[in-house]
């Protein structure tokens, strides 16, 4: 069974830090996302990875794919208070067709 | 831009009585799924469909149905529903082939 983890589950920082969000899967792949929803709202796409080495940045948010090492990161600099949010990744299998298997989820919340 | 618009935000309903969720996507998309997402257990994927009249189960398809009789609309359907159904259903589509899922804005379901 695919498992897709992230870490931290639960964020809290201050204004203008940098951090990172891991997020591990069991199995070969190499198409990760990252999403983003806000409380009470619908998931929205942020990043698509699909290569090895892979790296997208969208102003403060960066992510990075290392299928060797079955690994996607999504780093945040200087965060501010917008980017409180829950973010997701989510792993598509090769022979599924695009069929996601979901993390269980970041919380981040900027403090100003 | 990709629109997924399911049919209600909110929805109260009775233990044993058969509920409808409808979806409908605008951008010819093949796929389509239903999500239930429940604290602390992130996305559980329901079913899919990767064309019409055709389904797959998902993670946890117990206890539902689903129905794609056109290419653009894609309904879950609670056969009877039990108060461990009540949860937060969203629902997704998408091309095949490394493509971001859409997601619409979620139905939010309480069965009492």
């Known amino acids: 069974e695919l498992k897709v983890e992230q870490n931290p589950l639960f964020l809290s920082m201050q204004e203008g830090k940098n951090y990172t969000i891991y997020c591990n899967y069991s199995?070969?792949?190499?198409?990760l996302y990252w999403y983003r929803q806000d409380p009470g709202k619908s998931l929205e796409s942020l990043f698509v990875?699909?290569?090895?080495?892979a790296v997208k940045q969208e102003g403060r948010l960066m992510a990075s794919l290392d299928t060797k090492a079955r690994l996607s990161t999504l780093h945040i600099t200087a965060a501010v208070h917008d980017l409180s949010a829950t973010y997701f990744c989510a792993v598509d299998l090769l022979n599924t067709g695009n069929q996601f298997y979901f993390g269980t989820g970041t919380s981040l919340t900027v403090i100003p | 831009d990709v629109k997924v618009t399911q049919s209600s935000r909110y929805l109260v309903k009775r233990t044993g009585e058969k509920v409808f969720l409808e979806c409908v996507q605008d951008m010819d998309h093949e796929n389509m799924f239903w999500y239930r997402q429940d604290p602390g257990l992130g996305l559980r994927l329901i079913y899919f469909?990767?064309?019409?009249?055709?389904?797959e189960k998902g993670d946890i398809p117990e206890g539902y149905s689903v129905s794609r009789e056109k290419k653009e609309r894609f309904s879950l359907i609670l056969e009877s529903a039990s108060t461990n159904q009540t949860s937060m259903y969203l629902c997704a589509s998408s091309l095949t082939g490394g493509r971001p899922q859409h997601f619409g804005d979620g139905t939010r379901l309480s069965i009492l």
């Open positions: 469909s990767y064309d019409v009249k055709m389904k």
């Open positions: 990875l699909l290569s090895n080495g």
């Open positions: 199995t070969t792949s190499d198409r």
